[in-house]
Nanobody, 127 residues
Framework: QVQLVESGGGLVQAGGSLRLSCAASGRTGTTYVMGWFRQAPGKEREFVAVVSRSGGSTNYAGSVKGRFTISRDNAKNTVFLQMNSLKPDDTGVYYC????????????????????WGQGTQVTVSS
């Protein structure tokens, strides 16, 4: 079992930045590929970013590429999502997720591939 707890959300103006964190406990270490997803009000949950077990490889949704950076600190069992140049369309609840699947990162962009989820943290970007 893995427990995931997100933090770092909040209210920010368009063009601003936020850094989300996801602390993992339980059976962690480098066992899991870690991803971030988000869900806006009235919309489906969507993939944001994923990072490999080592942290050496990443994949992003087209809508955030060049603005968001996912990283991980395996010694601290923590995954980060640095979000820059935020837009109102980035508003939503952001979820951290962990998967034990061994697949290319480009195949780990759907929520059904993930085994564990955090409770989410709200990000609101005002215009």
């Amino acid at each position: 079992q893995v427990q995931l707890v997100e933090s770092g959300g909040g209210l920010v103006q368009a063009g601003g930045s936020l850094r989300l964190s996801c602390a993992a406990s339980g059976r962690t270490g480098t066992t899991y590929v870690m991803g971030w997803f988000r869900q806006a009000p009235g919309k489906e949950r969507e993939f944001v970013a994923v990072v490999s077990r080592s942290g050496g490889s990443t994949n992003y949704a087209g809508s955030v590429k060049g603005r968001f950076t996912i990283s991980r600190d395996n010694a601290k069992n923590t995954v980060f999502l640095q979000m820059n140049s935020l837009k109102p369309d980035d508003t939503g609840v952001y979820y951290c997720a962990a998967t034990s699947e061994i697949r290319p990162l480009v195949e780990l962009t759907t929520g059904s591939r993930y085994d564990y989820w955090g409770q989410g943290t709200q990000v609101t970007v005002s215009s």
